[in-house]
Protein backbone atom coordinates (compact mmCIF):
# COMPACT_ATOMS: atom_id res chain seq x y z
CA UNK A 1 0.00 0.00 0.00
CA UNK A 2 2.85 2.36 0.98
CA UNK A 3 4.71 1.50 -2.04
CA UNK A 4 2.20 2.08 -4.71
CA UNK A 5 1.38 5.13 -2.83
CA UNK A 6 5.08 6.25 -3.48
CA UNK A 7 4.63 5.36 -6.56
CA UNK A 8 1.24 7.60 -7.51
CA UNK A 9 3.22 10.82 -5.65
CA UNK A 10 6.25 10.25 -7.67
CA UNK A 11 4.30 9.57 -10.86
CA UNK A 12 2.56 13.24 -9.96
CA UNK A 13 5.58 15.07 -9.45
CA UNK A 14 7.15 13.48 -12.39
CA UNK A 15 4.07 14.68 -14.59
CA UNK A 16 3.77 18.21 -12.37
CA UNK A 17 7.68 18.59 -13.92
CA UNK A 18 7.05 17.49 -17.17
CA UNK A 19 3.90 20.23 -17.34
CA UNK A 20 6.39 23.10 -16.62
CA UNK A 21 9.12 22.78 -19.00
CA UNK A 22 7.79 25.32 -21.10
CA UNK A 23 6.84 24.95 -24.37
CA UNK A 24 8.92 26.86 -27.40
CA UNK A 25 6.11 27.67 -30.04
CA UNK A 26 2.24 27.12 -29.82
CA UNK A 27 -0.36 27.76 -32.22
CA UNK A 28 -3.71 29.54 -32.18
CA UNK A 29 -6.41 30.16 -35.28
CA UNK A 30 -8.02 33.10 -34.57
CA UNK A 31 -11.15 34.61 -36.64
CA UNK A 32 -11.01 37.94 -36.64
CA UNK A 33 -12.92 41.36 -37.69
CA UNK A 34 -11.86 44.56 -38.94
CA UNK A 35 -11.25 46.76 -35.79
CA UNK A 36 -12.24 44.31 -32.91
CA UNK A 37 -9.28 43.79 -30.68
CA UNK A 38 -9.26 40.32 -29.66
CA UNK A 39 -7.54 38.88 -27.18
CA UNK A 40 -5.65 35.24 -26.35
CA UNK A 41 -4.64 33.57 -23.05
CA UNK A 42 -1.75 31.01 -22.47
CA UNK A 43 -1.07 28.90 -19.91
CA UNK A 44 2.89 29.80 -20.33
CA UNK A 45 4.72 33.36 -21.30
CA UNK A 46 6.06 33.71 -24.96
CA UNK A 47 8.72 35.79 -25.87
CA UNK A 48 7.80 36.45 -29.11
CA UNK A 49 4.70 36.08 -32.22
CA UNK A 50 4.65 35.98 -35.61
CA UNK A 51 0.23 36.60 -37.64
CA UNK A 52 0.47 33.60 -40.37
CA UNK A 53 -1.93 35.39 -42.64
CA UNK A 54 -4.18 34.46 -45.92
CA UNK A 55 -3.06 35.98 -49.01
CA UNK A 56 -4.79 39.29 -49.75
CA UNK A 57 -5.16 40.06 -45.73
CA UNK A 58 -3.92 43.45 -44.78
CA UNK A 59 -1.69 44.30 -41.68
CA UNK A 60 -2.74 48.03 -42.33
CA UNK A 61 -3.09 49.60 -38.49
CA UNK A 62 -2.60 45.85 -37.11
CA UNK A 63 -0.63 45.87 -33.76
CA UNK A 64 0.00 43.49 -30.86
CA UNK A 65 -0.28 44.12 -27.35
CA UNK A 66 2.33 42.40 -25.62
CA UNK A 67 2.65 43.81 -21.43
CA UNK A 68 3.56 46.99 -21.98
CA UNK A 69 4.94 46.59 -25.22
CA UNK A 70 2.51 47.68 -28.49
CA UNK A 71 3.99 46.28 -31.60
CA UNK A 72 3.02 47.38 -35.51
CA UNK A 73 2.89 44.18 -37.41
CA UNK A 74 4.81 44.61 -40.38
CA UNK A 75 4.79 42.56 -43.52
CA UNK A 76 7.59 39.69 -43.61
CA UNK A 77 9.88 40.44 -46.08
CA UNK A 78 11.00 36.74 -45.69
CA UNK A 79 8.02 34.99 -45.64
CA UNK A 80 8.56 30.57 -45.72
CA UNK A 81 4.95 29.57 -45.09
CA UNK A 82 3.34 31.85 -47.10
CA UNK A 83 2.58 35.78 -45.81
CA UNK A 84 3.19 36.14 -42.42
CA UNK A 85 3.92 39.38 -40.21
CA UNK A 86 7.51 40.26 -39.17
CA UNK A 87 8.60 38.76 -35.74
CA UNK A 88 7.31 40.83 -32.80
CA UNK A 89 10.24 40.38 -30.05
CA UNK A 90 8.41 41.79 -26.55
CA UNK A 91 10.59 43.54 -23.68
CA UNK A 92 9.47 40.20 -21.50
CA UNK A 93 7.81 37.21 -21.90
CA UNK A 94 3.59 37.32 -21.75
CA UNK A 95 0.95 34.95 -21.45
CA UNK A 96 -1.57 37.55 -22.83
CA UNK A 97 -1.83 38.89 -26.25
CA UNK A 98 -3.96 41.51 -27.51
CA UNK A 99 -4.81 41.53 -31.23
CA UNK A 100 -5.17 44.77 -33.01
CA UNK A 101 -6.95 43.63 -35.93
CA UNK A 102 -6.87 47.07 -38.25
CA UNK A 103 -7.83 46.14 -41.51
CA UNK A 104 -7.45 42.06 -40.95
CA UNK A 105 -10.59 39.90 -41.68
CA UNK A 106 -11.28 36.32 -41.88
CA UNK A 107 -8.79 33.62 -40.72
CA UNK A 108 -4.81 34.37 -39.32
CA UNK A 109 -2.34 31.66 -37.23
CA UNK A 110 -1.12 33.58 -34.16
CA UNK A 111 2.41 31.35 -33.48
CA UNK A 112 3.72 32.28 -30.27
CA UNK A 113 7.27 31.30 -29.52
CA UNK A 114 9.68 30.63 -26.17
CA UNK A 115 12.85 31.38 -25.60
CA UNK A 116 14.24 31.96 -22.23
CA UNK A 117 15.20 35.27 -21.56
CA UNK A 118 18.94 35.18 -20.36
CA UNK A 119 20.32 37.75 -17.67
CA UNK A 120 20.33 41.11 -18.34
CA UNK A 121 22.94 41.98 -20.54
CA UNK A 122 24.44 38.82 -20.44
CA UNK A 123 25.22 38.37 -23.79
CA UNK A 124 25.93 42.17 -24.72
CA UNK A 125 27.92 43.79 -22.09
CA UNK A 126 30.61 41.35 -22.98
CA UNK A 127 31.06 42.55 -26.55
CA UNK A 128 30.44 46.05 -26.41
CA UNK A 129 33.74 47.67 -27.94
CA UNK A 130 35.00 50.31 -29.96
CA UNK A 131 34.39 50.46 -34.03
CA UNK A 132 37.56 48.79 -35.60
CA UNK A 133 39.16 51.13 -38.65
CA UNK A 134 41.93 48.82 -39.59
CA UNK A 135 39.34 46.27 -41.38
CA UNK A 136 40.14 43.28 -38.99
CA UNK A 137 37.80 41.16 -37.67
CA UNK A 138 35.36 42.58 -35.82
CA UNK A 139 34.46 41.10 -32.71
CA UNK A 140 31.42 39.08 -32.73
CA UNK A 141 28.82 37.57 -30.39
CA UNK A 142 29.49 33.50 -30.51
CA UNK A 143 26.02 31.52 -31.96
CA UNK A 144 27.06 29.04 -28.62
CA UNK A 145 27.25 32.44 -26.04
CA UNK A 146 23.71 33.82 -27.19
CA UNK A 147 21.73 30.25 -27.71
CA UNK A 148 22.81 29.61 -24.46
CA UNK A 149 19.67 27.53 -22.96
CA UNK A 150 18.38 26.75 -26.38
CA UNK A 151 18.63 23.29 -28.74
CA UNK A 152 21.64 23.18 -31.05
CA UNK A 153 20.82 22.92 -34.63
CA UNK A 154 20.71 18.97 -35.86
CA UNK A 155 22.46 19.16 -38.84
CA UNK A 156 26.37 19.72 -39.37
CA UNK A 157 26.87 23.08 -41.80
CA UNK A 158 27.48 23.42 -45.66
CA UNK A 159 30.25 25.15 -46.58
CA UNK A 160 30.15 27.74 -49.35
CA UNK A 161 33.01 29.94 -51.18
CA UNK A 162 31.69 34.04 -50.84
CA UNK A 163 31.48 35.75 -53.24
CA UNK A 164 28.79 38.10 -52.79
CA UNK A 165 27.66 40.04 -49.29
CA UNK A 166 23.95 40.43 -49.12
CA UNK A 167 22.01 42.71 -46.92
CA UNK A 168 19.38 42.34 -45.33
CA UNK A 169 16.92 44.13 -42.61
CA UNK A 170 15.21 42.22 -40.46
CA UNK A 171 11.70 44.33 -40.55
CA UNK A 172 10.93 43.51 -36.79
CA UNK A 173 11.08 46.49 -34.38
CA UNK A 174 13.20 49.91 -34.08
CA UNK A 175 13.01 50.02 -30.20
CA UNK A 176 14.27 46.32 -28.85
CA UNK A 177 15.81 46.37 -25.55
CA UNK A 178 18.01 43.58 -25.84
CA UNK A 179 19.81 42.26 -29.46
CA UNK A 180 20.31 38.89 -28.01
CA UNK A 181 17.05 38.22 -27.18
CA UNK A 182 15.90 38.79 -30.67
CA UNK A 183 18.49 37.00 -32.44
CA UNK A 184 17.37 34.74 -29.95
CA UNK A 185 13.58 34.66 -31.08
CA UNK A 186 14.61 34.91 -34.47
CA UNK A 187 16.19 31.44 -34.04
CA UNK A 188 13.37 29.30 -32.89
CA UNK A 189 11.32 31.31 -36.09
CA UNK A 190 13.86 30.24 -38.56
CA UNK A 191 14.53 27.10 -36.86
CA UNK A 192 10.21 26.20 -35.43
CA UNK A 193 8.67 27.94 -37.90
CA UNK A 194 10.62 27.68 -40.89
CA UNK A 195 11.48 24.57 -40.27
CA UNK A 196 15.01 25.99 -41.13
CA UNK A 197 18.89 24.13 -39.46
CA UNK A 198 19.48 27.18 -38.01
CA UNK A 199 18.94 31.00 -38.23
CA UNK A 200 18.98 31.87 -41.93
CA UNK A 201 21.18 34.55 -42.23
CA UNK A 202 25.70 34.54 -41.41
CA UNK A 203 25.19 37.33 -39.33
CA UNK A 204 23.08 39.94 -37.44
CA UNK A 205 24.09 43.40 -36.53
CA UNK A 206 22.08 45.06 -33.83
CA UNK A 207 21.69 49.00 -33.49
CA UNK A 208 23.57 48.71 -30.37
CA UNK A 209 26.43 47.84 -32.50
CA UNK A 210 26.70 44.31 -31.73
CA UNK A 211 27.07 41.87 -34.24
CA UNK A 212 25.86 38.29 -33.42
CA UNK A 213 27.33 35.22 -35.51
CA UNK A 214 23.93 33.51 -37.06
CA UNK A 215 24.51 30.28 -38.43
CA UNK A 216 26.91 28.58 -36.84
CA UNK A 217 30.13 26.93 -38.29
CA UNK A 218 29.90 24.69 -35.41
CA UNK A 219 34.03 24.51 -35.12
CA UNK A 220 34.50 22.68 -38.34
CA UNK A 221 33.62 25.93 -40.78
CA UNK A 222 34.24 29.99 -40.66
CA UNK A 223 30.53 31.05 -39.78
CA UNK A 224 31.04 33.88 -42.54
CA UNK A 225 31.32 30.70 -45.19
CA UNK A 226 28.59 28.87 -43.97
CA UNK A 227 25.81 28.40 -46.47
CA UNK A 228 22.64 30.31 -45.08
CA UNK A 229 19.03 30.80 -45.90
CA UNK A 230 18.84 34.25 -46.95
CA UNK A 231 18.81 34.68 -50.92
CA UNK A 232 15.94 33.34 -52.69
CA UNK A 233 16.58 29.75 -52.49
CA UNK A 234 19.83 30.93 -54.49
CA UNK A 235 22.47 30.69 -51.39
CA UNK A 236 25.45 29.78 -52.76
CA UNK A 237 28.55 32.21 -52.81
CA UNK A 238 26.84 34.44 -51.07
CA UNK A 239 27.45 35.48 -47.05
CA UNK A 240 24.20 37.24 -45.78
CA UNK A 241 24.15 40.34 -42.62
CA UNK A 242 21.17 41.10 -41.36
CA UNK A 243 20.42 44.39 -39.99
CA UNK A 244 18.09 44.18 -37.54
CA UNK A 245 15.02 46.67 -37.13
CA UNK A 246 13.06 47.96 -40.04
CA UNK A 247 14.38 50.37 -42.86
CA UNK A 248 11.11 50.85 -44.92
CA UNK A 249 10.43 54.58 -43.15
CA UNK A 250 13.36 55.31 -41.36
CA UNK A 251 17.50 55.46 -42.07
CA UNK A 252 19.55 52.64 -39.87
CA UNK A 253 21.58 54.34 -37.15
CA UNK A 254 25.36 55.09 -37.59
CA UNK A 255 26.22 52.09 -35.03
CA UNK A 256 24.90 49.57 -37.44
CA UNK A 257 26.25 51.06 -40.63
CA UNK A 258 29.81 51.30 -39.14
CA UNK A 259 29.97 47.70 -38.18
CA UNK A 260 28.20 46.82 -41.39
CA UNK A 261 31.38 48.49 -43.33
CA UNK A 262 33.99 46.45 -40.59
CA UNK A 263 32.27 43.55 -42.02
CA UNK A 264 31.85 44.16 -45.68
CA UNK A 265 35.62 45.50 -45.52
CA UNK A 266 36.81 42.52 -43.77
CA UNK A 267 35.09 39.76 -45.51
CA UNK A 268 36.00 41.03 -49.13
CA UNK A 269 39.15 41.40 -48.09
CA UNK A 270 39.58 38.16 -47.21
CA UNK A 271 38.32 36.92 -50.02
CA UNK A 272 41.00 39.02 -51.96
CA UNK A 273 38.38 41.24 -53.80
CA UNK A 274 39.55 44.05 -55.28
CA UNK A 275 37.16 46.38 -56.52
CA UNK A 276 34.34 46.70 -54.04
CA UNK A 277 32.01 48.27 -56.88
CA UNK A 278 32.39 45.24 -59.39
CA UNK A 279 29.88 43.46 -60.93
CA UNK A 280 29.61 39.58 -61.49
CA UNK A 281 27.30 36.34 -62.13
CA UNK A 282 25.84 34.58 -59.58
CA UNK A 283 26.37 31.06 -60.61
CA UNK A 284 23.12 30.02 -58.26
CA UNK A 285 20.72 32.92 -59.89
CA UNK A 286 22.09 33.12 -62.88
CA UNK A 287 21.83 37.37 -62.13
CA UNK A 288 24.52 39.96 -62.54
CA UNK A 289 24.80 41.29 -58.80
CA UNK A 290 27.24 43.89 -57.21
CA UNK A 291 29.46 42.03 -54.48
CA UNK A 292 27.50 44.18 -52.22
CA UNK A 293 24.00 43.78 -52.64
CA UNK A 294 20.74 44.42 -51.33
CA UNK A 295 18.58 41.25 -50.95
CA UNK A 296 16.07 42.93 -53.01
CA UNK A 297 18.37 42.39 -55.99
CA UNK A 298 18.05 38.53 -56.23
CA UNK A 299 15.49 36.31 -57.86
CA UNK A 300 12.70 36.93 -55.74
CA UNK A 301 10.23 39.73 -54.60
CA UNK A 302 10.76 41.41 -51.71
CA UNK A 303 11.39 45.00 -50.30
CA UNK A 304 14.00 43.67 -48.53
CA UNK A 305 16.56 45.32 -47.08
CA UNK A 306 13.70 48.24 -46.80
CA UNK A 307 14.17 51.23 -48.93
CA UNK A 308 16.65 53.39 -46.76
CA UNK A 309 19.06 50.49 -46.32
CA UNK A 310 18.69 49.88 -49.87
CA UNK A 311 19.10 53.57 -50.54
CA UNK A 312 22.58 53.60 -48.19
CA UNK A 313 24.59 50.86 -50.18
CA UNK A 314 26.02 53.28 -52.55
CA UNK A 315 27.51 54.96 -49.69
CA UNK A 316 28.53 52.10 -47.60
CA UNK A 317 30.44 50.94 -50.65
CA UNK A 318 32.27 54.12 -51.06
CA UNK A 319 33.02 54.11 -47.05
CA UNK A 320 34.81 50.72 -46.92
CA UNK A 321 36.51 51.67 -50.01
CA UNK A 322 37.90 54.40 -48.77
CA UNK A 323 38.64 52.99 -45.25
CA UNK A 324 40.11 49.23 -46.23
CA UNK A 325 42.24 51.15 -48.85
CA UNK A 326 40.82 48.60 -51.24
CA UNK A 327 42.69 49.61 -54.16
CA UNK A 328 45.76 49.05 -52.68
CA UNK A 329 44.44 44.86 -53.00
CA UNK A 330 47.09 43.27 -54.86
CA UNK A 331 45.95 40.14 -56.19
CA UNK A 332 42.51 40.83 -58.16
CA UNK A 333 40.45 38.02 -58.75
CA UNK A 334 38.97 36.21 -62.02
CA UNK A 335 35.46 37.82 -61.22
CA UNK A 336 32.83 35.79 -63.22
CA UNK A 337 34.22 32.18 -63.76
CA UNK A 338 36.67 30.23 -62.85
CA UNK A 339 39.14 28.44 -66.05
CA UNK A 340 36.87 25.92 -67.89
CA UNK A 341 38.48 21.92 -67.31
CA UNK A 342 41.59 21.92 -70.51
CA UNK A 343 41.54 25.99 -71.19
CA UNK A 344 45.15 27.24 -71.48
CA UNK A 345 46.29 30.52 -71.51
CA UNK A 346 50.29 31.06 -71.47
CA UNK A 347 51.24 34.48 -71.23
CA UNK A 348 55.27 34.46 -72.62
CA UNK A 349 58.00 36.39 -72.00
CA UNK A 350 57.56 36.99 -68.32
CA UNK A 351 59.50 38.81 -67.02
CA UNK A 352 59.41 40.73 -70.16
CA UNK A 353 60.81 44.02 -71.25
CA UNK A 354 57.84 45.55 -72.70
CA UNK A 355 55.93 43.26 -74.86
CA UNK A 356 54.45 40.19 -74.03
CA UNK A 357 52.60 37.19 -76.09
CA UNK A 358 49.47 35.42 -75.27
CA UNK A 359 48.41 31.86 -76.53
CA UNK A 360 45.66 31.13 -76.06
CA UNK A 361 42.92 28.59 -78.52
CA UNK A 362 39.75 29.87 -78.45
CA UNK A 363 36.41 29.07 -80.01
CA UNK A 364 36.25 32.33 -81.41
CA UNK A 365 39.03 34.56 -81.11
CA UNK A 366 36.78 37.22 -81.67
CA UNK A 367 35.46 37.01 -77.81
CA UNK A 368 39.08 37.56 -76.74
CA UNK A 369 39.67 40.62 -74.77
CA UNK A 370 42.69 41.49 -72.22
CA UNK A 371 42.76 44.15 -69.13
CA UNK A 372 46.10 45.15 -67.84
CA UNK A 373 45.82 46.22 -63.99
CA UNK A 374 48.36 47.66 -62.03
CA UNK A 375 49.45 46.55 -57.96
CA UNK A 376 47.18 49.33 -57.22
CA UNK A 377 44.49 47.68 -59.47
CA UNK A 378 44.34 50.54 -62.03
CA UNK A 379 44.07 49.60 -65.56
CA UNK A 380 46.60 50.31 -67.53
CA UNK A 381 46.46 50.94 -71.34
CA UNK A 382 47.35 48.08 -73.49
CA UNK A 383 46.62 47.46 -77.31
CA UNK A 384 46.75 44.08 -78.26
CA UNK A 385 47.46 42.74 -82.16
CA UNK A 386 46.06 39.09 -82.99
CA UNK A 387 49.24 37.50 -85.09
CA UNK A 388 47.95 34.01 -85.70
CA UNK A 389 44.41 32.54 -84.95
CA UNK A 390 45.78 32.04 -81.39
CA UNK A 391 48.42 34.55 -80.66
CA UNK A 392 48.27 37.77 -79.42
CA UNK A 393 50.77 40.24 -78.89
CA UNK A 394 50.50 42.93 -76.42
CA UNK A 395 51.95 46.23 -76.38
CA UNK A 396 51.94 48.49 -73.33
CA UNK A 397 51.02 51.91 -74.37
CA UNK A 398 53.27 53.58 -71.69
CA UNK A 399 57.02 52.95 -70.15
CA UNK A 400 56.19 50.24 -67.50
CA UNK A 401 57.94 48.92 -64.87
CA UNK A 402 56.93 46.41 -61.96
CA UNK A 403 54.41 43.59 -60.85
CA UNK A 404 51.08 43.97 -63.12
CA UNK A 405 48.11 41.93 -63.52
CA UNK A 406 46.70 40.49 -66.83
CA UNK A 407 43.15 39.56 -67.15
CA UNK A 408 42.14 37.55 -69.98
CA UNK A 409 39.03 36.48 -70.90
CA UNK A 410 36.94 34.46 -73.61
CA UNK A 411 33.60 33.67 -74.11
CA UNK A 412 33.56 31.16 -71.22
CA UNK A 413 36.59 31.67 -69.18
CA UNK A 414 38.55 34.39 -67.38
CA UNK A 415 41.77 33.88 -65.62
CA UNK A 416 44.26 36.81 -64.30
CA UNK A 417 48.21 35.69 -64.63
CA UNK A 418 50.68 37.44 -62.78
CA UNK A 419 53.01 39.80 -65.34
CA UNK A 420 56.60 41.26 -64.57
CA UNK A 421 57.42 43.90 -67.02
CA UNK A 422 60.48 46.17 -66.83
CA UNK A 423 61.59 48.61 -69.48
ZN1 LIG B 1 16.22 39.90 -46.72
Known sequence: MKA????????????????????????RSLTVQPNQPIQVAYEQPFSSAILLLQPGQSLTNSYLIAGADTLRLYPEPHPERGPSS??????????????????????????????????AGYVDNAMRSAARQDCGKPPVVPAAIWRTGLAPPKEAPVATKVQFVIVHHSAGGNTVADYAEEVRNIYLLHTQNNGWNDVGYNFLVGQNGVVYEGRDGQGVIDGDNVLGAHFCSQNSGTMGICLMGNFNDVPPNAASLAVLEQWIGWKLKKEGIADLNARAIHASSGKLLGLVSGHRDGSCATECPGENLYAALPAVRQRVTQTCSFTMAVSPMPLATEPLAGATWTVYPNPSNGPVTVYHHAADPAQVHFTLLDALGRSVAITAHQSTADTWVL???GRLSGLYWLRARDKTDVVVKPVLIGQ
Open 4 to 27: SLLVCIGWLLTVSVVAQVPKETET
Open 86 to 119: ALCVFRKPVSRLTLLTGELRGIVSLVSLYAPPLP
Open 395 to 397: EPA
